[in-house]
């Protein structure tokens, strides 16, 4: 695909890891639409970037449906969806205050699982009619998953169990998909320096750098944004989780 050609949703996209996506994608002359739950931050961000925002909570499916056809309405067609939203859901299953609540677990994997899945089958219920490409493409899907899904650290147990969940689907999803021209992959960064990492205390930020081999630093934004425009880009990668990190792989704690 075009990078010229590509009309895409970005969820999360007024801030962090979605924010650096659609700015990337709106330089290279693609057509962007944010979804974010956060309306006032996603206004702003859209009226700078001189793009098209539409207040979404994943989690409901009803308001995800009505988003993606806002998008397909304001850009005249939709053949790309990157899922950026999510949430870190940190706690222990046996903290101070005793057993983790289940609401806490299912709020986790209600945003960055079942979040995905939900913009995913939305964003394909509609690529499926596009007209195909080059090799009978019709969309792409990525979703954003985390290292944490293959080594979740103590206290991660509901983040790393959603991120799993993520990296799960990817294959099957891309497998049925695949009679469409519809591509899914995701990619699963390591540290990166987003909005809640850069408000970590400098020792902080210093001792996770000192944990990835090279390069050891914090991963910046842009770098993911240039993995999502490779993928939209190269239409052979399908169907797999590329992990971006530095080769850190993540310690018990």
């Known amino acids: ?3 010229k050609e590509v009309k895409a949703v970005v969820t999360g996209g007024a801030s962090g890891l979605g924010l650096a996506v ?4 709106l330089s290279l002359g693609a057509a962007v639409m944010l979804l974010d739950v956060q309306e006032e931050l996603g206004k702003t961000q859209a009226k700078r970037l001189a793009c098209s925002f539409v207040q979404t909570d994943v989690s409901s499916e009803a308001n995800v449906e009505s988003s993606i056809q806002a998008a397909v309405n304001a850009m005249g067609g939709l053949n790309a969806a990157i899922n950026c939203a999510g949430i870190l859901g ?18 986790t994997l209600r945003v960055n699982l079942l979040g995905s899945f939900n913009v995913a089958k939305a964003a394909a219920a509609q690529m499926q009619n596009n007209a195909a490409g080059s090799d009978g493409e019709r969309g792409v899907i990525i979703n954003t998953a985390s290292v944490a899904a293959f080594e979740g650290q103590i206290g991660q147990c509901a983040y790393a169990a959603s991120k799993g969940g993520v990296v799960a689907m990817t294959l099957p999803m891309a497998r049925e998909l695949a009679r469409f021209g ?3 992959m995701t990619v699963a960064p390591g540290i990166f320096m987003t909005p809640m990492a850069s408000g970590m205390p400098a020792d902080v930020q210093a001792s996770l750098s000192a944990q990835i081999p090279f390069p050891s630093r914090l991963g910046e934004p842009n770098e993911f944004a240039d993995a999502v425009a490779f993928i939209l880009g190269n239409r052979y990668m399908n169907g797999t989780t590329m992990r971006l990190d530095g080769a850190v792989r993540l310690q018990a704690k």
């Not at 940190?90 to 709020?107: C, D, I, Q, T, Y």
Request: without cysteine.
């Open 22 to 25: 659609a700015e990337h994608l």
């Open 182 to 184: 519809i591509r899914v």
């Open 90 to 107: 940190a706690g222990r299953v046996l903290g101070k205050h005793g057993p983790m609540p289940l609401s806490n677990f299912e709020s």
């Open 1 to 3: 695909m075009h990078l």
